[in-house]
């Protein structure tokens, strides 16, 4: 593959924005601490004044995937992505108050529903959001929670894990095929969200 092919892919799927005041950290419900770390940090440095971490469990499983936990600080018998991600975020200086609940979805299109359902029962009006997640999945990550918040602001903060880095994804088997499957899955994901994707963010 030539170098501006993987130039091109690498600016699609890494995708990164510096933070500015938003209204709420949203957390794709994810089983890496740095990325729910991250949001900590962004909220401990008065970036938003709630954290939104999403997530049951993954919808391949039948239970919480605590063999993926990544950091023995973080173990613990969880119920839920969002338990996993609330204990965190409690252990690194997020007020219990700040922690919105959102812990039926299973997938990546479910966390941005039932949290923009959450925030709207909440009464919480959102203009500009931060999503905390994985950096490998922060182009598919902005399109699905685009789909389920138009009209706002949505910024990345994503985090590099499982050793998955901008700089170097193509030089590794196992990096290579997950990003190339989030390139594909960009594809095949949003198939039938043309008309959300296009009228609703004044495209």
């Known amino acids: 593959m030539t170098t501006r092919a993987i130039r091109d892919i690498t600016d699609f799927i890494f995708i990164s924005d ?21 949001a900590a940090e962004l909220y401990r440095q008065g970036f938003a004044p709630y954290v939104l971490p999403a997530g049951r469990w993954s919808a391949s499983r039948d239970a919480f995937a605590r063999d993926k936990i990544d950091d023995p600080r973080y173990d613990g018998d969880f119920e839920t992505d969002f338990d996993y991600c609330a204990n965190i975020l409690r252990l690194n200086g997020v007020q219990e108050s700040a922690i919105l609940r959102e ?6 299109m479910e ?9 709207k029962e ?4 959102v203009r500009r959001a931060i999503i905390c997640c994985q950096a490998f999945h922060a182009r598919r990550a902005l399109l699905t929670y685009a789909c389920h918040f138009p009209g706002v602001e949505l910024l990345m903060a994503p985090v590099e894990t499982q050793g ?7 030089r590794n088997d196992a990096s290579w095929q997950r990003v190339m ?12 969200y043309r008309e959300i994707l296009t009228e609703t963010n004044g495209v």
């Open 164 to 170: 998955i880095r901008r700089e170097d994804w193509y």
């Open 181 to 192: 499957s989030e390139v594909s899955k960009c594809g095949k994901y949003f198939t039938d």
């Open 122 to 125: 909440a009464g919480i009006k």
């Open 111 to 119: 966390n941005a529903a039932f949290s923009a359902a959450v925030l």
């Open 18 to 38: 510096e933070p500015r005041r938003a209204d709420v950290i949203l957390i794709p419900g994810t089983s890496q601490s740095g990325v729910t770390v991250r």
């Open 103 to 108: 812990d039926r979805s299973a997938h990546t």
